[in-house]
């Protein structure tokens, strides 16, 4: 027996995780993790595993990168933390200087927080009393998609479609028109249409932008989201594009809503923005947005809104070299290869098996969507679960399983994954 047994009788006995039943969570094999280099992360006994979902995918340049360990210390040297709220700090200003000139969103300003569904709550509460300070009649209403996650706050919960076993919060949830998800080839005219019907009480529009992820690595066309920024603009509906999953390379651009013609008023950012290493999050309005909340001191067209550790310095100071050290890298061409390479070895070794319904890409955000023949199999932890036992970490949605690698991969790595995600997949098919 190694410590692993061990150290899971300790974390059981006083950590409660997320989307976790923990009486069973013990059985389940969890990797509790002593340390993380480069690609992988290494337990408590040693055992190496290959982080192949980018530690939920919020990994991007992989763990210990020398330059984000450096800026990290030198930030330490000028301090952790000091407020934004009616003050500023250096790093913070340098970092949304940086953001400023890649963020695909007209002279934005950057409202930090430290998780994605804090930018998504950000950006609502935005919206809403956007249309307040420009006095036109009140628009309380937001527009989404099925299959839409955006979090789990309640408000980020309300714009999402549900599902993952949140639907007993119903009642908190406030009410949204909801347009299909990306898995109904009408989504985006179906959604064209109810925006035009019922602009006039919509204060926003919010979608992932190219993949719905939680959903399932749903793709969508660039022309479908092309049409839905264009019925946001010829109806004056505010669009908010949550790329906290697809931001900071995913999809093989800085952002996704590059590739589909978006133009959003609101951007969220989250889990990529920092490289993995610290929790930041961003909402970036246009400078349309913006200037709707100036007004005389203390006004109420003031955004009372903000969050303790919003804009830390640690954060940004990691944020600002993880910036830079995309482009230097080079690692939106790395992302756009190893793309293409997994989409032949998934095409080749995964979708022929028995058991697999369809196999789904964009970037390096993939979903292997199982085909159980009966419910409740639990297919997708089975395979996660022999693929771990191959060293290489998985989790499912469901049972879609994700492949979710950090965006420096390489192809070696790539087949690893698919070798051992292919065996695991035979080896629960023939029970
Ligand atoms: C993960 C995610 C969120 C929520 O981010 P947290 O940091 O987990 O709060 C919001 N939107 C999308 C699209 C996400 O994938």
Redesign the pocket.
């Known amino acids: 027996m190694g410590e692993a047994d061990d150290w899971v009788a300790r974390d059981e006995a006083v950590v409660w995780h997320g989307f976790t039943q923990m009486s069973t969570y013990g059985e389940n094999a969890p990797v509790v993790v002593d340390h993380a280099e480069g690609h992988e992360v290494v337990d408590v006994d040693g055992r190496r595993y290959l982080d192949a979902i980018s530690s939920l995918?919020v990994t991007t340049l992989g763990h210990r990168v020398p330059e984000l360990d450096d800026a990290l210390r030198e930030q330490i040297e000028r301090g952790a933390h000091t407020t934004m709220l009616g003050n500023g700090n250096r790093v913070v200003v340098e970092l949304a200087e940086a953001l400023a000139l890649v963020v695909p969103v007209e002279r934005p300003h950057f409202l930090f927080a430290s998780?994605?569904?804090?930018?998504?709550e950000q950006a609502l509460k935005i919206a809403f009393q956007y249309w307040a300070n420009v006095g036109v009649a009140p628009r309380t209403t937001c527009l989404g998609f099925g299959g839409a996650?955006?979090?789990?706050?309640i408000g980020?919960l309300s714009v999402g479609a549900g599902g993952f076993g949140t639907d007993l919060f119903d009642p908190l949830r406030f009410p949204v028109l909801r347009a299909p998800g990306f898995d109904d080839p009408e989504w985006s005219a179906v959604a064209a249409s109810m925006i035009e019907q019922h602009a006039s009480k919509l204060a926003a529009v919010i979608v992932?932008p190219l993949v719905q992820?939680?959903a399932g690595m749903h793709c969508a066309d660039p022309a479908g989201l092309a049409r839905l920024g264009a019925a946001c603009r010829a109806h004056d509906v505010l669009l908010i594009c949550?790329e906290?999953?697809?931001g900071f390379g995913r999809t093989g651009t800085l952002f996704a809503s590059e590739q589909c013609d978006l133009r959003p008023d609101l951007l969220?950012m989250?889990?990529g923005i920092t490289g993995g290493y610290l929790?930041m999050?961003a909402t970036a309005a246009s400078h349309r947005v913006f200037e709707a909340f100036l007004g005389p001191d203390l006004s109420e067209k003031t955004l009372y809104h903000g969050h303790s550790y919003g804009g830390n310095a640690l954060a940004a100071a990691v944020a600002l070299r993880h910036l830079e050290l995309i482009g230097e890298r080079d690692v939106l061409a790395n992302v756009r290869v190893r793309s293409e390479e997994l989409r032949a070895l998934l095409h080749d070794r995964v979708a022929p098996l028995a058991g697999v319904r369809e196999v789904r890409l964009c970037g390096l955000m993939g979903g292997v969507e199982l085909a159980p023949p009966a419910e409740g199999l639990r297919w997708g932890r089975k395979v996660c679960a022999g693929a771990v036992d191959r060293g290489v970490l998985l989790r499912p949605l469901g049972d879609v399983v994700v492949l979710m690698p950090p965006l420096t991969i390489t192809s070696s790595e790539l087949h690893t994954i698919v070798a051992a995600l292919a065996e695991s997949i035979r080896n629960v098919m023939a029970g």
């Not at 998780?115 to 998504?120: F, K, N």
Request: charged share 20%.
């Open positions: 995918w998780d994605g569904a804090s930018a998504v996650y955006h979090g789990d706050t980020a992932e992820g939680a949550d906290v999953a697809t969220c989250g889990k929790p999050s």
